[in-house]
Structures are given as C-alpha cells and as structure tokens.
C-alpha cells in the first residue's frame, strides 16, 4: 500500500465600511428638530443632513480545517484481465462561519417608525433590510473507498462508495459507477452512474431572522383587475421575512450520462495531408440526465399570494367576516376604493400584501436532461504551440413536477379556478425561463512559444424569457442571449531563482452589456453580469 496524508486550515475574513448611509433615527430626530439646527428639505447645500450620516460595516469570517488520509494499492487483487487498484480514505472536516452586522442592521440600534414598524422588519439604515447577526459550524466525517476494475482488455470500470455523517443534516450515502469501452482505437463509449447530496449550507441553516424586501406581484389584485395595471396596479414591494431553517435535509440526486470520444485521425490514411492536419484533434458527446430530490429553494412570495386567491376563491362572498387566509401572509387593510373591484370578482376584500413569512423547504423532485458536445484540437507549428477548447451544452429539458404547497396552486389553475395570466413560479417546465437558459458555449484559443503565450476565450448564453412580464394574451418578454469575450497576454521568466508569470488580460473585449431584464439592477443577474470591459495585470511566482 501507498499512502498520503494531508492537513490544512484556512481563514478568511472581510470588512466591508460603506460610508454616508442615513440612519432613520436620526433623519427623524433632524426632521422634528425645531432649532436652526434641523435637517432643511428646502435647502441644497445647507441642509444638515450630515447628522444624519453614519457609517455601516460588516465584518464576516469563514474557516476550513481539514485531514485527510488515502491508502492506494495498484495491485489489490487480479482479474484475467489485469489487477485492481483499490483506494480506500478518510476525511475529516470543520466548517465555521460569523456574519457581524452594524448595530443599526442587526437590531441592536433599533429604528422605530411613526406607523410602529421596528426591528426586525425595519432597520435603522435607510435603504437596508434588516439582518441580524449570525454564526455556524458544523463537523463531517467521511469514509470512502474507489476501485478500478478492468474488466476485460478493453472495457474498464471504476466503482467508488463514500459515506459522510453530517453534524447538521444526519448521514449519506452515494455511490459511483463508470464505465469505458474501447471499441476500436480512436473509439471510446463511455458512460456512468451517480448518487449524490448537497447539504444544506450553514446560512440558510444558522440565519435567526432576515427580511428582504422586493417587487412581487399580488395575484389577487392581479384577478380583481383582470391583469390589467390600467385598472389596479398589482406589483409592488413585498417584504419576504425568514428565521432560521433547521428542519432542512440533504437534496439528493442521481446523475446518469453517457456518450463517446472520438480521434478522427485514428480513421484515416496516416500518411494522409488530412491525417497530418487532424493529428490532436479530439471530439466528446455525452447524453446526461439529472434527477434531484428535495431540492431546496423558496415557494415565492408571489406563490403564497397565488394561495390566498385560491383559498378566496373558494370561500366566495359568503360570510367575509369568517374568511382565512393564507397564514404566511400578511396584509394591509383593505382600501374602499377597491371594494366595487372585490364585489365585481366575487371575492371576500382583503387589503395589499406587505409581508410574506417564506422559509427554505425542501421541494419536489426536478428532472435536466441535456447533451454536451467538445471539440479539444492541439497543434504546433512554425508560429508556436496551439491549444483550441470548444464546449456546447444543450438543455432539453428542465422540469419540477409540483407537489404540496405548489401542486395545491396548480391543480387550482389546471381545473380553471385561477386564470392562466397569473403566474405560477418555481415548477412545471422551467426550461427557458427566468434564467435557464437552453444553451451554453464556451471557447478558448491559447498559443505559447517560448516565454510568449497568449489566449482568447468566448462565452455564449442563451436566451430566455422573464415570467412575471408575459401578457394577458400570452405575449412573452425575451430577454436575448448575450456573448461575451475575453483576451490575455502573458510572459514567463525568471525571478530571483523562481518561476515568475507577468500577465495582461482584458475581460468583456468588446464591451458587452447585459440585456434589458425588469429586475433591481435593470438585467437578470441571476444569469448574467454587467461589469462592462474590465482589465487587470497579474504576477504569479512558483516559490
């Protein structure tokens, strides 16, 4: 047996200090000042906002102490086809984290409103939602063990079992299975089989309270105005209000592909000027498919207004009095401008939504199915060495079958109840929108000779729709798909004994912007970002 060990320990931290924020208690106490000394809402330049000025940090800290051990035998035991090689290992793993907010964020400094809003639903900063303070840690031990089998001369396997007991989220256990046939020489099929989790992480667990606010659609103001904002206006902000979500399991998943890997080259004359030409030249395809259970995730602020529309529509106009609503949220009182739009819908009246209690689940099973297509050419020539990498992925398909709170919804709209203009989020086919996208390409061209090297890559998403902007009539908003490139150049040399690397790069080459999306920053940051062209000089030293 040959053996390794190995033990690290790493720490980061950040302070982060955003200077001139402004504290509601102290604009208020500035604005009921009767002295000269009052904040001046009529003056531009003499005004004494600065005492309402403060200084907001936040200082976070992460740690990662790990040992691992790992035992390999090339030669465990024999088959006719050849010997086994075994792997057998242990890990032990601790994580921690602390998340410090200002006082005038985490409750410590607490902002009371003339309405009689406070902490945690206010905070003292103006423009900031509430956080409070938060810390974590958790410890996993786990046991693994691999082996490559061949199988016969041209069929490889590899088998692999890990175990790991969670101190937060219990125990699991996955497993592996790949397979490797060589057909022919330049033929490879390949496929394999995996079980997988991913626990939950130590903030959605260890976060006693959060509250974002954000522009969610209120879906019974939506059906009393018939989806019309000329009529009553349905979207505005609505604050998600969260605790600590200790009930949480493991996702769990299998992954399944299979697909082949081709040398072209291997097929030809080799004396061919064609072979000469495709020499290095590798092209990959893979058929993949993704089932994930539990998955964790939010219902939606949006979705639990979906719920009281169709708890209101069931109740009817009989006895309002008795109505109750979805207990997850939270509502104004009614405004008797909007009780002839109630009375014309024949629903009991309730006032706007202002708040929505939504906690991390775990949700239903989702199914991705997709394809990958690569192409790897290596060449040389006169002009250096030459390295081309070009990775397609095809989504197919992209679903979440719905089940509790959201098969409650659905079943609602697929018997005709709720109308289809009101939009139900986070199930059904998701293939194509708000984000997922159906296609990925990625590219990347790198030379070197000598101490020269140089490199350009691309990267293309698709595109996709945004939901929450599709039209009574089903007119839908495409956000457009967006490419973006990127180019570097570096030299290598020596610096005092060591390797040294001087590199120039220019990220967004062409100054690429993110498309137009109906979101806080004006585009879908969830699936791209805005930086614009961007450059950075880097030097990297092997010691």
């Known amino acids: 047996w040959d053996w390794e060990t190995a033990v690290l320990h790493s720490k980061a931290t950040s ?4 200077l001139n924020r402004i504290s509601n208690t102290l604009l208020q106490e500035a604005l009921y000042d009767s002295t000269p000394a009052a904040f001046n809402i009529f003056s531009i330049d003499s005004n004494n906002i600065e005492r309402a000025l403060v200084d907001v940090y936040r200082n976070d800290e ?20 050849g010997p086994v090689a075994m792997l057998v290992g242990f890990e032990y793993r601790k994580e921690s984290y602390a998340d410090d907010r200002d006082p005038r964020l985490d409750g410590t400094v607490a902002f009371v409103a003339d309405n009689g809003g406070t902490f945690p639903f206010v905070s003292d900063v103006l423009g900031s939602s509430p956080t409070t303070d938060a810390s974590g840690s958790k410890n996993t031990i786990s046991v693994f063990t691999e082996l490559q089998i061949p199988v016969t001369d041209k069929i490889q396997a590899q088998l692999a079992v890990r175990h790991e007991d969670i101190s937060d989220a219990g125990t699991a256990t996955v497993g592996k299975l ?13 496929g394999s089989t995996q079980t997988a989790f991913r626990a939950p992480n130590l903030v959605q667990v260890n976060q006693l309270e959060v509250a974002r606010a954000g522009t969610r659609v209120d879906a019974v103001y939506q059906y009393i105005g018939g989806s019309d904002k ?15 979500a200790d009930k949480l399991v493991p996702e769990e998943s299998t992954n399944s592909s299979v697909g082949l890997v081709i040398d ?3 097929f030809m004359d080799g004396s061919s000027p064609m072979a000469e030409i495709l020499d290095g030249l590798t092209l990959t395809y893979d058929f993949w498919r993704i089932e994930k259970d539990k998955t964790i995730g939010l219902f939606g602020r949006s979705n639990h207004t979906v719920q009281d529309l169709v708890l209101l529509l069931e109740h ?85 079958i719905p089940t509790g709170q959201f098969g409650v919804i659905n079943d609602a709209q697929q018997s005709g109840l709720v109308p289809l203009y009101v939009n139900l989020g986070g199930f059904g086919d998701l293939l194509g929108i708000d984000g997922n996208y159906d296609e990925k390409h990625s590219m990347r061209l790198s030379w070197r000779k000598g101490p020269w090297g140089a490199s350009l890559s691309g990267l293309k998403k698709g595109s996709f729709i945004q939901s929450s902007l599709t039209l009574a009539d089903g007119t839908e ?59 950075y000089v880097s030097l990297k030293v092997n010691m």
């Open 316 to 400: 009817g106009t009989d006895d309002c009095a008795s109505f109750v609503g979805n207990p997850a949220t939270v509502r104004d009182e009614v405004d008797p401008d909007d009780l002839e739009l109630f009375a014309a819908a024949g629903i009991c009246p309730v006032g706007e939504t202002t708040r929505v209690l939504d906690e991390y689940i775990n949700m239903a099973k989702r199914t991705i199915e997709g394809q990958d297509l690569g192409v790897l050419y290596d060449f040389d020539n006169d002009l250096g060495s030459f390295r081309f990498r070009y990775n397609a992925s095809y989504t197919d398909k992209f679903d979440q």
């Open 477 to 535: 908003y495409v956000i457009p798909s967006m490419t973006t490139m990127d180019a570097s150049i570096d030299y290598r040399f020596d610096l005092g004994g060591s390797d040294a690397r001087l590199r120039f790069a220019v990220k967004n080459l062409e100054d690429e912007r993110a498309p137009i999306a109906d979101r806080f920053y004006g585009f879908f940051a969830d699936a791209h970002q805005d930086y614009g062209r961007n450059y």
């Open 62 to 81: 992460s740690e990662l102490s790990l040992w691992d051990f790992k035992a390999i035998d090339e030669e465990f035991f024999s088959l006719p086809a």
């Open 178 to 190: 790949a397979v490797g046939y060589n057909v022919a020489e330049g033929l490879l099929l390949r």
């Open 230 to 244: 000329d009529v009553r206006d349905y979207d505005w902000s609505i604050q998600r209000y969260a605790t600590g």
């Open 264 to 266: 072209p080259v291997m």
């Open 15 to 18: 302070n982060d200090v955003t």
